[in-house]
């Protein structure tokens, strides 16, 4: 029987990949553990520079899967409480990461699936595919973060549009409102993502792993919070190699090389 979800390495390069292409890879009590403890390791891996979230088959994840939710002897309610928990300790794991994480949604993305791709740091969408936030129109709230995450990238009126309407936002659409980073043909946004990591872990992960942190607390912060923590991250920026490289190289006018 197949993993519900699958690893695979390019390089440095690690591919998630959920695997339940005949269900459109909704979130069931295995697959969240088995997401869950994925991400875990790889957050610690040192031969893992970046991640590619992605799904099998035609959707990158439908959400809970609420045939299983519904068909469970604990009954509906406990069941999504349980699902609940493990997936937001992987939505967790994503946000905290020092490494980057790239969504490449190569389907649709509703529901759970909507609010994982949102916890990742970018995404990818292929042309065809569609983001639905849809817990609201099965009369459920917003779950994995997609709360926190909505608002802060569309401001609070839009996300209060897309939680009262419900309505296919299509890859032109995601990309003007700033949902995602990158459309990419269909067929081709694990593709994109990948070259996106590429491009990223030849930069300094160690600056791209302050600059996450800072960015994710600055909206829990004071000023006076915020600015003490950017202190420490400059600080411990350039006393990492690849800040005093970085300097170095601004100082003898040349591209700076990096740690791998």
């Not at 269900?23 to 869950?36: D, G, R, W």
């Not at 999504?80 to 794991?93: C, I, K, P, Q, Y």
């Not at 006076?224 to 006018?253: M, N, S, W, Y």
Request: include cysteine; hydrophobic fraction near 45%; proline fraction near 3%.
């Amino acid at each position: 029987m197949e993993a519900p979800v699958e690893v695979g390495r390019r390089g440095e390069i690690a591919e998630v990949v959920l695997n339940r292409p005949e269900a459109y890879n909704a979130l069931n009590a295995e697959l969240v553990v088995q997401l869950c403890d994925h991400l875990t390791a790889l957050a610690t891996d040192d031969g893992v520079k970046g991640i590619v979230l992605t799904g099998r088959g035609k959707a990158f994840c439908s959400g809970g899967d609420l045939k299983w939710a519904a068909h469970s002897t604990r009954g509906v309610s406990s069941s999504f409480h349980s699902l609940a928990a493990r997936f937001h300790l992987a939505v967790v794991e994503i946000r905290r990461m020092s490494k980057p994480v790239v969504a490449a949604i190569n389907g649709v993305a509703a529901g759970a699936g909507f609010s994982l791709a949102l916890a990742c740091d970018f995404r990818v969408m292929a042309r065809s595919a569609v983001l639905k936030q849809a817990y609201t129109s099965s009369g459920l709230s917003i779950d994995g973060g997609g709360t926190f995450t909505l608002p802060r990238m569309v401001g609070l009126a839009r996300a209060m549009e897309i939680a009262a309407f419900d309505h296919p936002i299509s890859a032109e659409q995601a990309l003007s409102w700033g949902l995602v980073t990158h459309i990419a043909e269909d067929g081709k946004a694990v593709d994109a993502a990948m070259e996106m990591l590429k491009e990223l872990t030849g930069k300094s992960l160690n600056s791209f792993g302050w600059s996450k942190r800072l960015l994710n607390d600055a909206f829990n912060n004071s000023l006076e919070t915020q600015l003490e923590l950017e202190r420490e991250g400059i600080a411990r920026c350039a006393a990492h190699p690849d800040g005093r490289e970085g300097v170095a190289a601004f100082l003898e006018k040349r591209k700076p090389v990096f740690e791998k």
